[in-house]
């Protein structure tokens, strides 16, 4: 079989531990055998990241700047444990809010649904995707040790000369203390996107902050969005029969569990990375959720796995025991990325690759085929595939698909 040629590059972001293995996996058995890419490759991969003073990283972004597709592996973010483990220069902030605050835009996240695999929300019959702000608050923030008594103070210098100057709280002894912030311009980007997202996807919109509490921090963001909403799409929406509304993050998330999905879910970065993570596993596995980070205008697309690195089975792999890792989220990011990559290009043969490579995932977890957490799911009598095993098995139907 010819290999499908694919005209521009793409941005592989290769990363840690056990999902690194995996990457390399998916690559030699699932991608290079039937498409003739080139890629630009770094290495996210935590003593690559200290070695370049994390300069990867934003090399990394930059690239998929220019060639518009990124693809990339899980990655450690390192907390005290992670710097002593790595011998670490510094504690590197997270790879991800790296890129995000580059790139812009914003991720989705929506889970991959699998019939026989059984979700812990039952009421859960249809996807719930969470557009989730790619910019600023906790991932850029500021934080520090209070070493004992004192008083903190923020404090804004306006270019004209204006100064704003607030006591944040007066210090009786040793605490913590964090400044964060967000700016307009990426706030609006934000609504843009989740708007034209949910009519595209035909999905109404919900808006979720604690702005009760955030009275300035979380209204600029409710205010945004019922601004453009109001100016640029209530009309589409009210036409194509959807609703936009804003609720308190803690209704939300009540009112989530109790409905039964398809809609879109704009939550700010923190809020984002929580909920996702809730939404996967309700729908069965946080190894079956997809991730892209898309611009406001749709140019730029990185894709990735929303789980993380899998340490545990990367300590099972390091003494030579077999593990029984999920691939499918990465194999999706491949998938999605692709995609975009086809869209760019107007490469309609790597699309139906890529589509066909998704359905063959699912597909192969419907006949029975699959790895041990989703079989644990399914019940004590379903047996379960090795990593390898389970994306040879994979590989196997897909060469049987596409010679179909």
């Not at 011998?87 to 991959?112: A, D, H």
């Not at 340490?311 to 692709?338: D, P, V, Y």
């Not at 290009?345 to 790895?371: H, P, Q, W, Y």
Request: hydrophobic residues 40%; proline residues 3%.
């Amino acid at each position: 079989m010819a290999k499908i040629k694919v005209a521009n590059p793409v941005v592989d972001l290769d990363g840690d531990e056990m999902t690194r293995i995996i990457w390399k996996l998916i690559k030699d058995k699932l991608i290079f055998p039937f498409l003739d890419l080139e890629i630009d490759y770094y290495d996210l991969g935590m003593e690559h990241r200290d070695a370049t003073e994390d300069r990867v990283t934003v090399e990394a972004a930059e690239a998929i700047k220019r060639h518009g597709v990124g693809i990339k592996c899980a990655t450690i973010t390192p907390d005290e444990a992670r710097v002593k483990e790595f011998n670490l220069k510094k504690m590197w902030k997270s790879p991800n809010g790296t890129i995000r605050n580059i790139l812009g835009g914003v991720v989705f996240r929506e889970p991959i649904i699998c019939r026989n695999v059984p979700r812990l929300i039952p009421g859960w019959t249809q996807p719930i995707i969470v557009g989730r702000h790619a910019f600023g608050d906790q991932y850029k923030a500021t934080d520090f040790k209070v070493p004992g008594k004192g008083k903190l103070t923020i404090k804004f210098e306006g270019e004209d000369g204006q100064v704003i100057e607030h006591e944040v709280f007066d210090f009786p002894g040793s605490g913590v203390a964090m400044g964060m912030y967000n700016v307009d311009a990426s706030i609006r980007e934000f609504a843009h996107a989740c708007f034209s997202y949910g009519l595209n996807r035909k999905y109404p919109v919900y808006l979720s902050t604690k702005n009760t509490i955030l009275k300035a921090y979380d209204g600029r963001f409710k205010d945004i969005f019922a601004e453009i909403y109001e100016a640029e799409y209530a009309e589409k929406f009210k036409a194509a029969g959807l609703t936009y509304e804003h609720r308190l993050i803690d209704d939300m998330v009540a009112s989530a569990l109790k409905w039964s999905g398809a809609f879109i879910w704009a939550c700010k970065n923190y809020d984002g990375d929580v909920q996702s993570d809730q939404v996967a596993q309700g729908f069965g596995s946080l190894g079956l959720m997809t991730s892209v980070l898309i611009t406001p205008d749709g140019k730029i697309m990185e894709a990735e796995a929303a789980h993380g690195t899998v340490t545990r089975h990367f300590r099972q792999h390091q003494r030579g025991e077999s593990t029984s890792t999920n691939s499918i989220a990465s194999i999706f990011a491949w998938t999605q990325g692709l995609s975009h990559r086809a869209k760019l290009d107007g490469n309609e043969e790597l699309a139906r690759f890529s589509k066909t490579l998704e359905r063959i995932c699912v597909e192969t977890v419907e006949s029975g085929s699959m790895t041990k957490d989703l079989a644990l799911l399914v019940g004590d009598t379903q047996g379960w595939l090795t990593t390898e095993g389970f994306i040879d098995k994979v590989a196997a139907n897909l060469e049987k698909a596409l010679a179909a």
